[in-house]
């Protein structure tokens, strides 16, 4: 059986993986610039993440092997989210998100030696209407830095969402079922 390895930094994708049974043979990061191009959409920036993200690691790895890759990114209508780095991008987003619905596209890129086989996976959300309180709680607990929208639906913001319709792990970062179907599809057995 080839090797998978996991182009991807976030311990959350390791977890996931392990969720279905799946544990990467090896960890390979990627580092390709993540900003958005002019007029991209939240879906389109996903899908080309990921893709990009399992290319560029491919092309670094000399033996056969499946590359798996994936990108999160949440939207507001056309409109892409950062991935917050800052309370305040953290803040903005939850104001922004309070009372609404917004989507959360997760892309999920695979190269295997049949070529590179790829997916989006859309789910909505509606989001609570937010107090101050509760932001400025939320800011506290430090749980939205470093994630897609300032939020992690595997942590406190769970009680944000009134309703989701889509995939739950897609929006932690990876959707488990398309994952799972491009792996069989390429003929990985592990
Ligand atoms: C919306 C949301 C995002 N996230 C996370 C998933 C991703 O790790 C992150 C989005 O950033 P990504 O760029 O998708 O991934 P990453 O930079 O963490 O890792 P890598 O590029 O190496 O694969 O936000 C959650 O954990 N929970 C959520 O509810």
Redesign the pocket.
């Known amino acids: 059986m080839l090797p998978l390895i996991l182009?991807?930094?976030?311990p959350?994708?390791v977890d996931l993986l392990a969720q279905i049974g799946l544990k990467p043979d090896r960890i390979l990061?990627?580092d390709?610039d993540?900003t958005p191009l002019k007029s991209e959409t939240p879906r389109e920036l996903?899908g080309r993440?990921s893709r990009a993200?399992a290319e560029a690691v491919a092309a670094l790895v000399t033996q056969p092997a499946y590359i798996l890759?994936?990108?999160?990114?949440?939207g507001v209508g056309r409109r892409i989210l950062p991935?917050a780095e800052t309370d305040a991008e953290v803040r903005a987003c939850l104001e922004l998100m309070s009372g609404r619905s917004h989507r959360?596209y997760?892309g999920v890129a695979l190269v295997s030696p049949k070529g590179l086989s790829a997916r989006v996976v859309e789910t909505r959300l509606q989001f609570k209407r937010l107090s101050a309180e509760e932001i400025d709680a939320y800011i506290a607990s430090g749980e939205g830095l470093?994630?897609?929208?300032g939020?992690?639906?595997?942590?406190r913001?769970s009680a944000f969402v009134i309703h989701l319709i889509g995939s739950f792990p897609s929006?932690?970062?990876l959707p488990t079922f398309e994952t799972l179907q491009l792996l069989r599809g390429a003929g990985y057995r592990g």
């Not at 939020?151 to 942590?155: A, F, K, S």
């Open positions: 182009a991807s930094s976030s959350r994708r990061p990627s390709i993540e996903a993440l993200k890759a994936a990108d999160t990114v949440v991935k959360v997760t470093g994630k897609a929208g939020y992690g639906i595997q942590g913001a929006v932690v970062g």
